[in-house]
């Protein structure tokens, strides 16, 4: 394994630019492979670092100013993601203030494929007294203190963007985040692996949200969702609205407001992996999320199928709690605590399928999945999940 | 035309800096002309990017890290300007939160010539509900993702910048804003041509409103505005108090509380042009702001003749609205809508007058303006401008 | 004295690195000293600039980007300073939002052996209406427009760093802070004097404190805090519990409560210079503050001697006011005014002390002091101190 350090604040190193490709990356396999690593200027994207990987299949461009989240990811002609109304970005959190906007400012710098809701709480913004709790939390705008870039010279050739965010402050948060992105040459997939640490010394608490965000030509009128449902709440009346068809999309539709179902899924056993997916119309092009439910058991559903100027965009969203209030999150058990010295993992592996074969084969994986039971599906919100108005 | 692109966020370019004067910029008519880029560091001021212009006459400094305002110009000795207390500027964005002071957190970064008000909202901050909508919105504050120099070889010789400010994300504002700030060589005026763009596929309400503030030497005890004035209203009763001495401008007076005047302006023509004018005791040095009334309907005159470290100046302020706020201004029919694919221009050419002679013959043009119909001055605050109490 | 000019913002002026040491600093008395400046990259620090002096016995840094605040500093082997769960600083004032939290984001970027508080507020967050008023101000997020290196070629050969920071802006702060901090070659003491100069053209308050912090090895389980104590004052009923030790510090004790202590302390005589200390147990390592109670008439002791990793400090806190909500402190005389073109000089030196005989002597100066009259402790929370529950 080789590393690249990028980025290490505590130990006074920056990388400003960095470029391996082919041949330095070392071995064979990596041809038609490349990790690039540059600062990005002007606009409010000034002063933001962006890590660029290339695995000859698969490219995606990770923002280290912004948590780590990744911004874009494209597979061959076939781009992954959304277009964001917030066109100048990536954003540099020093130009969004969370509070904005009765605490929904987040939206200001909302435009990746991915972007992690948390540590401190996450969903709706709420208010504590005086203390106003912003929308999705802050860590996709803490920029990442360690930056590195790992190659594996043995098979298969691992390629890893490793980062870590520090959520941590006197009388406050108190988590370190070690993500590492990664994936192998020629692959499909990519992979999100976050290890978050108690940086105190006594429990913490923190809540964590994987919004992974899908555009066309994933999402398009007559796409899918698909996904082995246990359980189905949808969030509100407005969810409520769509529910006959929630796994069926519209066209963009100028000024549609959004739609958001909670999940319970199925996977192989209680502990096992599940899978979620996305797929076009035609069934030939989609992209999924593979994850332990153990570690994210709640899964999101957002459907914005507004103008495509507007942010024509679904959310898949596998999380260890919905994105409610975290007072209501809290009092039903699903609020994270990190004991002293405490960690906890969270994978999700992207898939990324471009033949109507592929997209077969995790149909079929999930129709297994779901043959385990049949989905109940609440015709309303409901207790515990969402609340009943 | 030739093309010089300093900032163009989205195509990964952006030019640190930038120098072209006398022959290099191509014609003869050129002589004594130049434009530059820099940035600047230090203080509050790190990492903004500074376009200066001199057209052998007037010079002048536009910041596009905050919405591509004017900072100071000047001409010959004169400054055009003001000295602000905040005396560290111009100030970057990353060193402003807008909420900051129950939301008037603008005027920490409050040190231009020209600062634009909106686009979301202008005028005093509010409340509806949770939401605290920031003095002045937040176009000043937001860094251009696209930043151009045109120099036109063939007469008369333009020199244009160019700028783009995006103030637009999911579930809110959606409006670029590309302002083409121009001049000739040897001219005393410049030309501020900004066109609104909606970029949603809805329709998009915004408010523009431009503060143009100026101090000595133009501002000075006896100064005077003059303006064709159909329709005169106090702001407040504090405005009141000055009411009768409205156009005339007392010395630097410590702890002067502000005063505020709301105008509709005479024009050639329902839809032609009108100018509003500050021009010294001596009547040999004026300012004079040109624009069609059918772009900015409202003008607003703003009168701090605080002490001189306290920031004596006065506001010449063309708007499409008046700085109430924004709910206030809305349901007089006074916030714009564009349109889907719809755009708004407003354009305000600012002159700068050096001889009594010139400054008697905007005084002579604007008493012709005012010959139409006589100044009708309401004693008070007065619906439909301004909240009678 | 030779002067090195690192940042001038109005003069576009600004060094990315400098470094003077041995020889170059001219003098043999130099021997062993340096004096350097560098601008940090990464994580929440990017952007920081960082000057550090060493003078051959003690060595700090300061961070301009940060008020001109002192980050850390060592004599020897012993570090001076704490460990702050906010791991990744010095965190660049872009990235704290001292409103967050209810308006205690100032603790995001809170990391320093000197923080300062001020200069509209200081204190407990507190809200006027609408206005929220954060913890302890703004001074400390307000990079320097002006830093500059003074060596002087004649004995003692003193070191100085400059520097500017403005807190001003219009209709409101109006004060300019021009910091020395200073130090002399092979000296154990270094000096902290700021100069507070009203900019505006009226009268103007303003409010500043000493937020020393000080961890191991100076702080530790049998640790004392010794000052001439002419009046004790508990902050509130969690400080009344420690009352009979206030004096005496316990071992890292995790989710350990804050204690703070208000006093007047003894002088020489009522304008001159008082002396407080914190010392090891063993009583071989301490640090003192030496300042003249003219300047600084309020002492506050800070005790948080909660676990290792949440931020195990103490914090010796000289102030023109203890840290209540301003507006209690206003009402009880504790706001300085500073008049039109008025100054406030505020001098402090930190004092480390490496033996048990440099221990011994400073304690026997305290016992001087003390001797002038014994220590009145209050009970509990007492006016016009604190607020009386």
Not at 27 to 32: D, K, W
Not at 153 to 157: D, R
């Given at each position: 394994m080789r590393t690249f350090v990028l980025t290490d604040a505590s130990n006074d190193s920056w990388v400003e630019s960095f470029k391996l490709e082919g041949e330095p990356l070392g071995?064979?396999?990596?041809?038609?492979c490349s990790v690039s690593k540059r600062r990005l200027h002007g606009?409010?994207?000034?002063g933001v670092d962006l890590v660029e990987v290339d695995n000859g299949a698969v490219a995606f461009a990770i923002v280290p100013t912004r948590g780590m989240n990744i911004w874009k990811a494209s597979a061959g002609a076939d781009r992954v993601g959304w277009d964001s109304p917030a066109t100048d970005g990536p954003v540099n959190p020093a130009y969004v203030n969370l509070l904005n906007l009765g605490g929904i400012g987040w939206l200001e710098g909302f435009d990746e494929l991915l972007a992690r809701c948390g540590l401190m709480n996450n969903g709706a913004p709420y208010r504590d007294g005086d203390v106003l709790h912003p929308l999705h939390g802050r860590i996709s705008n803490i920029p990442a203190s360690y930056v590195a870039v790992h190659v594996d010279?043995?098979?298969?050739?691992e390629i890893v963007v490793e980062g870590r965010v520090e959520e941590s402050f006197l009388f406050g948060a108190g988590v370190r985040m070690t993500t590492r992105i990664s994936t192998v040459p020629g692959s499909n997939r990519l992979t999100v692996r976050d290890e978050f640490e108690n940086l105190k010394d006594q429990p913490v608490e923190m809540q964590i949200l994987y919004h992974w965000n899908f555009g066309p030509p994933h999402l398009e009128e007559g796409a899918r969702f698909v996904a082995p449902v246990k359980t189905l709440i949808p969030r509100d009346p407005r969810a409520v609205e769509g529910l006959a068809a929630y796994d069926v999309y519209g066209p963009p539709e100028p000024g549609f407001a959004e739609q958001a179902y909670f999940f319970e899924l199925h996977a192989d056993d209680p502990d096992g992996r599940t899978v979620a997916m996305l797929r076009n119309k035609a069934g030939d092009k989609a992209v999924a999320l593979r994850y332990p439910l153990a570690q994210l058991p709640c899964f999101t559903l957002w459907k914005n199928t507004a103008g495509l100027r507007e942010g024509y965009a679904t959310g898949l969203e596998p999380g260890a709690n919905y994105p409610n209030p975290r007072p209501f999150e809290k009092a039903r058990g699903r609020v994270l605590t990190l004991p002293v010295d405490g960690r906890h993992v969270a994978e999700t592996v992207l898939e990324i399928l471009q033949s109507s074969d592929a997209v077969a084969e995790v149909e079929t994986e999930i129709r297994r999945l779901q043959a385990t039971a049949a989905a109940v599906v609440h015709p309303s919100p409901k207790e515990p999940f969402a609340a009943e108005s």
């Open positions: 071995a064979e396999a990596f041809h038609g606009g409010r994207r000034e010279e043995k098979p298969p050739h």
